[in-house]
């Protein structure tokens, strides 16, 4: 067995040699050939890019290795209701376009929790926002990513876990540390062109192997595993036997794997707090040259998200009916998932770090400090991601992307009602805002605790968990946990006094518009700050860095900073960088655009429905 499956042939290592350089060549041109030397530069790649680098990077950070494991097991265990997830996200990307990147972009902000400091004031909402954003991105994506492809490249090249792991994270950093979000956006762009292509090849090779469409229904339906006693019981045929509406995404509301109000409802929650309030999307959307080019990098990835269904959960339903090779091409779709992924969220993590965390410590820090914060704290993840794979290891339950989802499903709700508030009800402050956030956290923790303490238990030996805690879908359990934060936001709001709209110009939906002068409410700090950065800036003198110093500052693009900008010209910078404006012509192109997508995605829903 081990030497079949073992990618030996001259032509398969060729594809994956290519494959590692054609990235690195793509990684190293986006690095040398854009600015990142400053903030703007490399956390948000200059603000010019255009549309599609942006759907593409957008499609390929959210498609990871995980993704493809975990939506190809499941769809194997379970059929199609679990495509679902991926055709949610075409309404999504539309209500991220159209209602939440404007008002991101008219407050000028870098990071989600840098938005929720100036739409409510105060550290502490902040300061939650990113350490719980960078505890996620640690235990879910990154450590399912990394221990799904590592366990890939085992099985196919035969490399020691660790040594598999160590060098693709070798080759991501790279391009990452160095090169910015441009490098990043760029090398997804080529990823998704990977992915999209390797998967089509591998459907082919599938439905041609099974007989089509029919056939693939009706085996399928038929396929038995064909050892089925477990020790020594044997198991209960409806545990191996493909489910009754495998072919159906919608499913019975009490009895169904996925329900179909969890599904509708349940998991809208989860892709508002994912697509529209999630750091790795967002700041792809923030890099766009105007709105339009943000608009349309949307659509481009709703589209994108139709494809997963076909060639992502059909082939792993497939791979239930059969085993088939075409290894080569396949172990680099898997690897162009996982470093693109990867990429997008050491990048993002480390944005948060730099601009939410290390500015609280360091009140006053120089760009250039800025920039080797955020490349030294990319570092460290990737240390935490290496020692993180041992657990993700033995607590690998088969069904992956579950595990993903579940976590996500107890932490997101109350973030998802937090910015949804923020953001169309501007009566909401922050006493309400830091509650609702409090209550949802103890709630979400206490089932995810619960649901580890006792294990999920699978369709052999149940869970022992009491129906009160775990009896409920975490789907169900979304809804819920929405529900009650919005409720605790609202109700301490209310209690307590509004803040005033002079705080609120162009931060939230009803004063979008506003033309006034927006004074921030933690306007006194940033005065102060920027008063001394003067004072030193005049302090700083000259001197000639030595040869190594040169060569490092070039490598990571320090010596590009730019000129020094007059007052006038911040001001004018600014009013660009935060303009929303559209040209008629094309702002009519993705409004029509955007309407066929939804449109599709209710025509894809009522026909696998």
Known sequence: MESSVRINNAADISVIVIYFLVVLAVGLWAMFSTNRGTVGGFFLAGRSMVWWPIGASLFASNIGSGHFVG????????????????????????????????????????????????????????????????ILYIFTKISADIFSGAIFIQLALGLNLYLAIIILLAITALYTITGGLAAVIYTDTLQTFIMVVGSFILMGFAFAEVGGYDAF????????????????????????????????????????????????????????????????????????????????????CGYLKLLPMFIIVMPGMISRILYTGLRGLMLSVMLASLMSSLTSIFNSASTLFTMDIYTKIRTRPSEKELMIAGRSFMLLLIGISIAWVPVVQSAQSGQLFDYIQSVTSYLGPPIAALFLLAIFCKRVNEPGAFWGLIVGLLAGLGRMISEFAYGTGSCVTPSKCPFIICGIHYLYFAIILFGVSAIVILAVSFMTKPIPDVHLYRLCWSLRNSKEERIDLDADEEETKDDEKDKESVHEEREEPGCFKRAYNWFCGLDQQGPKLSKEEEEALKKKLTDTSEVPLWRNVVNINGIILLTVAVFCHAFFA
């Open 217 to 300: 229904m009706r085996k399928y339906m038929e396929a038995i595993p064909s050892n089925i006693s477990y020790g020594n019981t044997t198991i209960d045929p409806k545990c191996y036997t493909p489910q009754k509406d495998s072919f159906h995404i919608f499913r019975d509301a009490v009895t169904g794997d996925l329900p179909w109000p969890g599904l509708v409802f349940g998991l809208s929650v989860i892709a508002l707090w994912y697509w529209c309030t999630d750091q790795v999307i967002v700041q792809r959307c923030l890099s766009g040259k105007n709105m339009s080019h943000v608009k349309a990098g949307c659509i481009m």
């Open 71 to 134: 939506i190809a097991g499941t769809g194997a265990a379970g059929g199609i209701a679990i495509g679902g997830y991926e055709w949610n996200a075409l309404i999504f990307v539309v209500v991220l376009g159209w209602l939440f990147v404007p008002i991101y972009i008219k407050a000028g902000v870098v990071t989600m929790p840098e938005y929720l400091k100036k739409r409510f004031g105060g550290k502490r909402i902040q300061v939650y926002l990113s350490v719980l954003s960078l």
